[in-house]
């Protein structure tokens, strides 16, 4: 069976948040919160699709809910690729994202205050992608599912269907969800710049690159 790697992007970009929001000039006007907050705000819906930071980035709620089920709807995908069932596959979703948000500490501080382009600290224990590769290869349990989807295709029978393999399947993904290492703590510097709301009547920091930030947290 071809198996994703767990560890390979959850996070889709949040390239459709910013392409919403204007470039700002350089004015007098500064943002009400600080390029801390909006980074640790990006970086904890790049971790797990949530953040109650909301206000540091000019997002609205309906912008944050439409990138959060887009990034949910990837891992739901990505999941169902080892034929679970779709209530199965959102269940284990759920479960990873928990485990993301219960491992991966997020922490920023301003490294350059600067009015213009200030430096953020990212702070983070990122997924350990090649631990989580060597555990994935090694896995019995991932290896037996795969020899038995192909049993099963070979008589016709779809495992989405069959109780026998969703119960084992759930309970193989969440041990090796419980089992995903990561990193010791590691720090990442990110530039910051200003927009504007997208009814242009406020300011706000955001990452210049917010694609670095996704690529940092999951150990890229």
């Known amino acids: ?45 790049y971790a797990y699709a949530d953040t109650d930071k909301l206000s540091a980035t000019g997002m609205t709620e309906a912008q944050k809910k439409q990138i959060s089920q887009a990034l949910l709807t990837e891992s739901d995908q990505m999941f169902q690729s080892f034929m679970l069932s779709e209530s199965n596959a959102m269940e284990i ?16 501080k301003v490294k350059k205050d600067d009015a213009k ?8 224990t990122p997924i350990d ?11 019995e349990d991932l290896v037996a599912m795969g020899v038995y ?24 993904l969440k041990a090796v969800i419980d089992e995903m290492p990561y990193d010791s703590e590691k720090t990442l510097d990110v530039t910051c710049e200003l927009v504007k709301s997208d009814d242009g009547k406020a300011l706000y920091w955001a990452p210049k690159d917010p694609q670095v930030i996704r690529k940092f947290l999951d150990g890229e």
């Open 149 to 172: 989807i192909g049993l099963a295709q070979q008589q016709g029978v779809d495992v989405r269907t069959d109780a026998t393999y969703q119960q084992g399947a759930v309970e193989i």
């Open 129 to 139: 992608t090649r631990g989580a590769k060597q555990q994935m290869d090694k896995n």
């Open 1 to 45: 069976m071809n198996m994703f790697l767990l560890t390979k992007r959850l996070l889709l970009p949040l390239i459709a948040v910013l392409t919403l929001m204007l470039a700002a000039g350089c004015g007098d006007d500064k943002p009400k919160e600080s390029a801390d907050k909006a980074v640790l705000a990006y970086a904890e819906l």
């Open 117 to 124: 382009n200030p430096v953020v600290e990212l702070t983070a």
């Open 93 to 108: 979703t759920d479960y990873y994202i928990a485990d993301r948000k219960a491992n991966m500490e997020l922490k920023a």
